[in-house]
């Protein structure tokens, strides 16, 4: 497996910058996985200054982004010819505030990962929260410093999705239903939420108590309610299944969400395509009977 790998300035520049605490956490994940990491120019020189991934076969150098590397990436996670110019994701550290975030190669990598139902990473929750998933599906034995991404009853998941990808949502809700009933809460904008709970309704849960809290519509302002949760560390998960092939009138509501879970890079996680999505799903159950949960 391979994977595109960017980080902005801020998340390879210090010791302690995200980068840096992702691959200090998973590490050896990655080695057990034998992970193909494909970094951009100054991420993979950031990388060789650190000390980290010393001799690791599986880190491979692109070009500086201002002479290619981050189109390089969206171009091999559409797939060039040959297996070995195709990637399987890509994991983009992304500072908020850094204005090459907004790049057109930037938000093509994104788009294009989520076009072709591809996990696009772009916090260190959810680099490590991959990697765990990864492991599982491999056979690998759970790793505990793992298990505070897996403390689903002491969390709140968003269940977001745009009007074409609704029944995808609804789908993955009717057969994850127990994970999903596991969090402490779930949370929703407008319509996606009362199909939902209509959903939780038809399967027991009962009537008198909202499986989603619903917030406002997309349009009229509910990613923004979300992203505040999501700002106060009130909403660890955000599943959101976007439609890229519709422009939207809201979609700087919907960039606030995604800004903010890139914010607090440490303890958000997203997942934007329902293919990760179910994927996640299968190894909480798998690891939970591992652990013994």
């Not at 009853?153 to 074409?164: G, K, P, R, S, Y």
């Not at 009229?220 to 439609?243: H, P, S, T, Y």
């Not at 997203?270 to 999505?277: K, L």
């Amino acid at each position: 497996m391979r994977l595109g790998l960017a980080a902005n300035r801020l998340h390879h520049h210090g010791k302690d910058a995200a980068l840096f605490r992702w691959l200090r956490a998973c590490e050896p994940g990655i080695r057990e996985l034998g992970l193909g990491l494909h970094a951009v120019g100054r991420t993979y020189d950031a990388i060789a200054r650190a000390g980290q991934l010393s001799g690791y076969p599986g880190l491979k150098r692109y070009p500086y982004g201002r002479e290619g590397g981050l189109m390089k990436l969206v171009a091999e996670v559409v797939g060039l010819e040959g297996a070995e110019r195709t990637l399987d994701g890509a994991i983009y550290l992304i500072d908020p505030v850094d204005p090459s975030s907004i790049f057109p190669e930037a938000i093509a990598l994104k788009r294009q990962c989520v076009i072709h139902g591809k996990p696009f990473i772009s916090t260190v929750a959810s680099a490590r929260d991959w990697v765990e998933m990864e492991r599982i599906h491999a056979g690998l034995a759970p790793d505990p410093g793992a298990d505070d991404l897996h403390a689903l009853e002491t969390q709140t998941v968003a269940l977001i999705a745009h009007d074409a990808m609704k029944p995808q949502m609804l789908a993955f809700a009717a057969e994850h239903f127990e994970v999903l009933s596991r969090f402490a809460q779930r949370v929703g904008t407008g319509t996606t939420g009362l199909r939902l709970n209509e959903l939780a309704w038809s399967r027991g849960w009962p009537h008198e108590r909202p499986w989603v809290q619903r917030y406002e519509s997309g349009p009229m302002g509910g990613d923004a309610q979300i992203a505040d949760r999501v700002l106060e560390k009130r909403c660890q998960r955000a599943i959101f299944f976007e439609d890229p092939h519709v422009a939207r009138q809201h979609e700087a509501d919907i960039q606030l969400l995604e800004r903010a879970v890139t914010t607090v890079t440490d303890s958000a996680v997203c997942i934007t395509s329902p293919i990760v999505a179910a994927r996640w799903a299968r190894v909480v159950r798998q690891r939970g009977q591992q652990r013994g949960r």
